[in-house]
């Protein structure tokens, strides 16, 4: 199996594939080079499975606090405020999206 900097990938009884989020020292918050092994490993796995039937994917969790502490959230919402909080980000999205998105 390909070894990646961001994940583990272990294949188990020659079915099952093992795949471990391995950015530890922030939770494994997700960053770009976690996402392009991620995506590398997911074409491969589309151009062949070979005799895998099953992927798991595992890692630490990580609260979203220590997500915002670490830069990958904006802001925390209280439940009451959260729907709000979710239009108006929306709305900003769609206020400044691309022509060709428009």
Same mark, same amino acid.
């Given at each position: 199996m390909k070894s990646y900097a961001a994940i583990l990938a272990e294949i188990i009884d020659g079915h099952l594939l093992k795949v471990t989020m391995n950015r530890p020292e922030v939770g494994n918050a997700k960053n770009?080079?976690?996402? $392009?092994?991620?995506l590398d490993l997911w074409t491969g796995l589309i151009d062949d499975t070979g005799d895998l039937r099953c992927v798991i994917l595992t890692?630490?969790?990580?609260?979203?606090?220590? *997500?915002?502490?670490?830069?990958?959230l904006h802001r925390l919402c209280e439940p009451d405020e959260?729907?709000? *909080?979710? $239009?108006?980000? *929306?709305?900003?999205m769609c206020d400044n999206a691309p022509l060709s998105a428009k």
């Open positions: 770009t080079q976690m996402g $392009l092994d991620l890692g630490k969790p990580f609260t979203a606090a220590q *997500a915002l502490e670490w830069g990958v959260l729907m709000p *909080a979710v $239009l108006e980000t *929306a709305q900003a």
